[in-house]
Protein backbone atom coordinates (compact mmCIF):
# COMPACT_ATOMS: atom_id res chain seq x y z
CA UNK A 1 0.00 0.00 0.00
CA UNK A 2 1.26 3.55 -0.53
CA UNK A 3 1.46 3.94 3.29
CA UNK A 4 3.97 1.51 3.77
CA UNK A 5 6.99 3.75 4.73
CA UNK A 6 4.93 5.60 7.10
CA UNK A 7 4.23 2.53 8.93
CA UNK A 8 7.54 0.72 8.37
CA UNK A 9 8.88 3.69 9.86
CA UNK A 10 7.10 3.75 12.55
CA UNK A 11 7.52 0.44 13.86
CA UNK A 12 9.14 -0.81 17.29
CA UNK A 13 12.39 -1.93 17.68
CA UNK A 14 13.30 -5.47 15.90
CA UNK A 15 9.67 -5.52 14.05
CA UNK A 16 9.63 -5.85 10.75
CA UNK A 17 6.91 -5.28 7.77
CA UNK A 18 4.89 -8.42 6.43
CA UNK A 19 5.01 -7.99 2.69
CA UNK A 20 2.73 -10.66 2.57
CA UNK A 21 0.78 -9.88 5.58
CA UNK A 22 0.93 -6.28 4.62
CA UNK A 23 1.04 -5.88 8.55
CA UNK A 24 3.73 -5.07 11.61
CA UNK A 25 4.90 -8.58 12.68
CA UNK A 26 7.03 -8.80 16.01
CA UNK A 27 10.68 -10.58 16.24
CA UNK A 28 10.59 -14.70 15.64
CA UNK A 29 7.42 -13.77 13.54
CA UNK A 30 6.84 -15.39 9.50
CA UNK A 31 4.01 -15.39 7.64
CA UNK A 32 2.37 -18.69 6.64
CA UNK A 33 1.33 -19.20 3.17
CA UNK A 34 -0.82 -21.62 3.79
CA UNK A 35 -2.83 -19.97 6.45
CA UNK A 36 -2.21 -16.48 5.02
CA UNK A 37 -1.43 -14.85 8.48
CA UNK A 38 1.65 -13.91 10.69
CA UNK A 39 2.45 -16.88 13.23
CA UNK A 40 4.45 -16.16 16.09
CA UNK A 41 7.86 -18.31 17.02
CA UNK A 42 6.25 -20.59 13.64
CA UNK A 43 7.98 -23.94 13.43
CA UNK A 44 6.29 -25.30 10.28
CA UNK A 45 2.86 -26.00 8.98
CA UNK A 46 1.69 -29.35 9.63
CA UNK A 47 -0.34 -30.76 7.09
CA UNK A 48 -1.52 -33.75 9.66
CA UNK A 49 -2.81 -31.55 11.83
CA UNK A 50 -3.99 -28.64 9.31
CA UNK A 51 -2.34 -25.71 11.22
CA UNK A 52 0.39 -24.03 12.19
CA UNK A 53 3.20 -25.10 14.92
CA UNK A 54 4.15 -22.01 16.86
CA UNK A 55 4.07 -20.36 19.93
CA UNK A 56 0.62 -21.03 21.14
CA UNK A 57 0.86 -24.86 20.19
CA UNK A 58 4.38 -25.98 19.58
CA UNK A 59 4.15 -27.54 22.90
CA UNK A 60 1.25 -29.73 22.70
CA UNK A 61 2.49 -31.00 18.98
CA UNK A 62 5.65 -31.77 20.85
CA UNK A 63 3.34 -33.87 23.62
CA UNK A 64 1.25 -34.83 20.81
CA UNK A 65 4.24 -36.75 19.58
CA UNK A 66 5.60 -37.82 22.52
CA UNK A 67 2.40 -39.50 24.03
CA UNK A 68 1.81 -40.80 20.24
CA UNK A 69 5.43 -42.64 20.47
CA UNK A 70 5.10 -44.37 23.85
CA UNK A 71 1.58 -45.79 22.87
CA UNK A 72 3.39 -47.26 19.69
CA UNK A 73 6.22 -48.12 21.93
CA UNK A 74 3.70 -50.03 23.73
CA UNK A 75 2.16 -51.56 20.84
CA UNK A 76 5.98 -52.85 19.54
CA UNK A 77 6.27 -53.93 22.65
CA UNK A 78 3.41 -55.77 23.65
CA UNK A 79 3.53 -57.51 19.96
CA UNK A 80 6.91 -57.96 19.77
CA UNK A 81 6.52 -61.65 21.58
CA UNK A 82 4.02 -63.33 19.71
CA UNK A 83 5.73 -61.70 16.52
CA UNK A 84 9.33 -63.73 17.49
CA UNK A 85 6.84 -66.65 18.77
CA UNK A 86 5.49 -67.01 15.61
CA UNK A 87 8.70 -66.59 13.57
CA UNK A 88 9.98 -69.68 14.86
CA UNK A 89 11.02 -71.33 11.64
CA UNK A 90 9.34 -74.99 13.30
CA UNK A 91 6.11 -73.18 14.37
CA UNK A 92 6.09 -71.46 10.86
CA UNK A 93 6.55 -74.49 8.76
CA UNK A 94 3.43 -75.76 10.60
CA UNK A 95 1.64 -72.93 9.81
CA UNK A 96 2.24 -72.56 6.40
CA UNK A 97 1.93 -76.21 5.61
CA UNK A 98 -1.26 -76.99 6.94
CA UNK A 99 -2.77 -73.26 5.50
CA UNK A 100 -1.21 -74.31 1.48
CA UNK A 101 -2.53 -78.43 2.31
CA UNK A 102 0.94 -79.75 1.92
CA UNK A 103 0.57 -82.26 5.66
CA UNK A 104 -1.93 -84.58 5.66
CA UNK A 105 -3.60 -84.11 8.65
CA UNK A 106 -4.80 -87.52 9.27
CA UNK A 107 -1.29 -88.44 9.30
CA UNK A 108 -0.61 -86.30 12.05
CA UNK A 109 -1.01 -86.10 15.79
CA UNK A 110 -3.16 -82.86 15.42
CA UNK A 111 -7.09 -83.76 15.10
CA UNK A 112 -9.60 -81.99 13.12
CA UNK A 113 -10.49 -79.40 15.53
CA UNK A 114 -6.58 -78.45 16.54
CA UNK A 115 -5.87 -78.08 13.20
CA UNK A 116 -8.38 -75.67 12.21
CA UNK A 117 -7.77 -73.82 15.99
CA UNK A 118 -3.77 -73.86 14.62
CA UNK A 119 -4.73 -72.56 11.06
CA UNK A 120 -6.81 -69.70 12.90
CA UNK A 121 -4.26 -68.88 15.59
CA UNK A 122 -1.11 -68.75 13.15
CA UNK A 123 -2.56 -67.01 10.39
CA UNK A 124 -4.02 -64.83 12.33
CA UNK A 125 -1.16 -63.79 14.16
CA UNK A 126 1.10 -63.54 10.80
CA UNK A 127 -1.54 -61.24 8.89
CA UNK A 128 -2.21 -58.94 12.40
CA UNK A 129 0.30 -59.42 15.06
CA UNK A 130 3.34 -59.48 12.83
CA UNK A 131 1.62 -56.79 10.88
CA UNK A 132 1.15 -54.51 13.48
CA UNK A 133 4.36 -55.26 15.08
CA UNK A 134 6.38 -54.44 11.65
CA UNK A 135 4.13 -51.33 11.26
CA UNK A 136 4.99 -50.23 14.81
CA UNK A 137 8.68 -50.27 13.79
CA UNK A 138 8.09 -48.19 11.50
CA UNK A 139 6.08 -45.69 13.40
CA UNK A 140 8.61 -45.99 16.54
CA UNK A 141 11.68 -45.04 14.21
CA UNK A 142 9.89 -42.07 11.96
CA UNK A 143 8.26 -40.43 14.58
CA UNK A 144 10.84 -41.21 16.94
CA UNK A 145 13.31 -39.13 14.49
CA UNK A 146 10.63 -36.28 14.39
CA UNK A 147 10.16 -35.77 18.35
CA UNK A 148 14.48 -36.10 19.03
CA UNK A 149 14.59 -33.60 15.97
CA UNK A 150 12.49 -31.11 17.51
CA UNK A 151 14.10 -31.93 21.46
CA UNK A 152 16.96 -31.06 19.98
CA UNK A 153 15.97 -27.67 18.67
CA UNK A 154 13.97 -26.82 21.85
CA UNK A 155 17.39 -27.46 23.71
CA UNK A 156 18.92 -24.70 21.39
CA UNK A 157 16.31 -22.02 21.89
CA UNK A 158 15.14 -22.42 18.19
CA UNK A 159 12.76 -22.90 16.06
CA UNK A 160 13.17 -25.24 12.60
CA UNK A 161 12.72 -21.99 10.43
CA UNK A 162 15.58 -19.95 12.31
CA UNK A 163 18.18 -23.18 12.76
CA UNK A 164 17.83 -22.57 8.35
CA UNK A 165 18.08 -18.86 8.80
CA UNK A 166 20.50 -19.36 12.32
CA UNK A 167 22.61 -21.77 10.15
CA UNK A 168 22.81 -18.86 7.33
CA UNK A 169 23.79 -16.06 9.55
CA UNK A 170 26.26 -18.12 11.55
CA UNK A 171 28.49 -18.99 7.65
CA UNK A 172 28.07 -15.26 6.69
CA UNK A 173 29.36 -13.95 9.94
CA UNK A 174 32.01 -16.44 10.12
CA UNK A 175 33.19 -14.96 6.70
CA UNK A 176 34.02 -11.87 8.45
CA UNK A 177 35.57 -13.61 11.28
CA UNK A 178 32.48 -13.16 13.85
CA UNK A 179 30.78 -15.63 15.63
CA UNK A 180 26.52 -15.69 15.63
CA UNK A 181 25.52 -15.89 19.13
CA UNK A 182 21.52 -16.70 19.51
CA UNK A 183 20.41 -13.94 21.99
CA UNK A 184 16.70 -16.56 22.82
CA UNK A 185 19.20 -19.36 23.71
CA UNK A 186 18.89 -19.28 27.69
CA UNK A 187 20.45 -22.78 27.97
CA UNK A 188 19.57 -26.36 28.05
CA UNK A 189 17.15 -26.44 32.03
CA UNK A 190 15.75 -22.72 31.22
CA UNK A 191 14.89 -23.42 27.16
CA UNK A 192 12.69 -26.59 28.16
CA UNK A 193 11.26 -24.56 31.52
CA UNK A 194 10.05 -21.83 29.21
CA UNK A 195 8.89 -24.15 26.23
CA UNK A 196 6.80 -26.33 28.60
CA UNK A 197 5.77 -23.16 29.96
CA UNK A 198 6.61 -24.17 34.22
CA UNK A 199 6.63 -20.46 35.25
CA UNK A 200 4.23 -18.82 37.50
CA UNK A 201 4.31 -21.41 40.01
CA UNK A 202 3.35 -24.19 37.12
CA UNK A 203 5.74 -26.80 37.91
CA UNK A 204 7.22 -29.76 35.71
CA UNK A 205 5.00 -32.39 36.43
CA UNK A 206 1.96 -30.21 34.70
CA UNK A 207 3.30 -30.87 31.46
CA UNK A 208 2.45 -34.59 31.67
CA UNK A 209 -1.37 -34.15 31.30
CA UNK A 210 -3.23 -32.18 28.85
CA UNK A 211 -3.92 -28.68 30.20
CA UNK A 212 -4.85 -25.34 29.06
CA UNK A 213 -1.48 -23.42 29.94
Known sequence: PYFRG???????????WCKRGVQPKPPRTHHCSICQR????????????????????H???????????AGVLYVAATSSTIAVDFLDPKQTYWAASLFFGRVNVKSTSYKVDDHWLLIYHRQSRFFFVVGVFLLSLGVL?????????????????????????????SKRLAKRGQFFVNKYDFGFRENWRLFLSAVDGRSWKHFLLPSSH
Not at 38 to 57: A, E
Not at 59 to 69: L, T, V
Not at 149 to 164: A, C, D, K, Q, Y
Open 141 to 169: LALGSLLFFHSWIVSLGVTSIERVMNKAE
Open 38 to 57: CVLKMDHHCPWLDNCVGHNN
Open 59 to 69: RYFWMFCMYMW
Open 6 to 16: AEESSLRPGWK
